[in-house]
């Protein structure tokens, strides 16, 4: 059974850092993109960027482009989300999914999501 | 970037409805196009890929159609689960999120 299981909800200050996380298990991790969507309250669904595990290749959202950096450790399949200075901004749902397809396509697994919240 | 508009944002219906959702593409996606369905407090769930390939676990009930520009989702009849929020996707030019349509109860 494929799950991406994301780590726990997180109360951080602005500025701090952070990085959460996304285990993957039930497939092969190295063989599917792996991507972050942020979900801002009562707002809708964003792209922030994508990881294939494989070979680390990474591409971003123009939006997101140096403000997050999503990596991912294939030896325990477990892909990250991180942010060096955070913003109340950045308060938000943050979801990992599974992308289907070598050429970037659509998300067939969804992780449960973590909720951050910045706040001073 | 290829900009997804859906309309309309918020649909007021009753069970048993027929329900048409719009989704619009700022340039051509072919049939690259998902449909998402998302309920309060959870992770949103793959319902329609390549346009119009229900997802595994959908009723017949939902259908999708388009290319191009111009997509569709139509519910034949509304039942009570069916009320959520629904996303569309491209994935022909990088990836984007239509802005969402809430069904909710009339």
């Known amino acids: 059974e494929v799950q991406l299981v994301q780590s726990g909800a997180e109360v951080k200050k602005p500025g701090e850092s952070l990085k959460i996380s996304c285990k993957a298990s039930g497939y092969s991790f190295t063989n599917y993109w792996i991507g972050w969507v942020r979900q801002m309250p009562g707002k809708g669904l964003e792209w922030m960027g994508i990881i294939y595990p494989g070979d680390s290749d990474t591409r971003y959202s123009p939006s997101f482009q140096g403000q997050v950096t999503i990596s991912a450790d294939k030896s325990i399949s477990i892909a990250y989300l991180q942010w060096s200075s955070l913003k109340a901004a950045d308060t938000a749902m943050y979801y990992c999914?599974?992308?289907?397809?070598?050429?970037?396509?659509?998300?067939?697994?969804w992780g449960q999501g973590t909720l951050v919240t910045v706040s001073s | 970037e290829i900009v997804m508009t859906q309309s309309p944002a918020t649909l007021s219906v009753s069970p048993g409805e027929r329900v048409t959702l719009s989704c619009r593409a700022s340039q051509s996606v072919s049939s690259n196009l998902a449909w998402y369905q998302q309920k309060p407090g959870q992770a949103p769930r793959l319902l329609i890929y390549?346009?119009?390939t229900r997802a595994t676990g959908f009723p017949a009930r939902f259908s999708g159609s388009g290319s191009g520009t111009e997509f569709t989702l139509t519910i034949s009849s509304l039942q009570s689960e069916d009320f959520a929020v629904y996303y569309c996707q491209q994935y022909n030019n990088w990836l984007t999120f239509g802005g969402g349509t809430k069904v909710e109860i009339k």
């Open positions: 390549g346009a119009s």
């Open positions: 999914a599974r992308i289907v397809g070598p050429t970037v396509e659509y998300v067939d697994y």
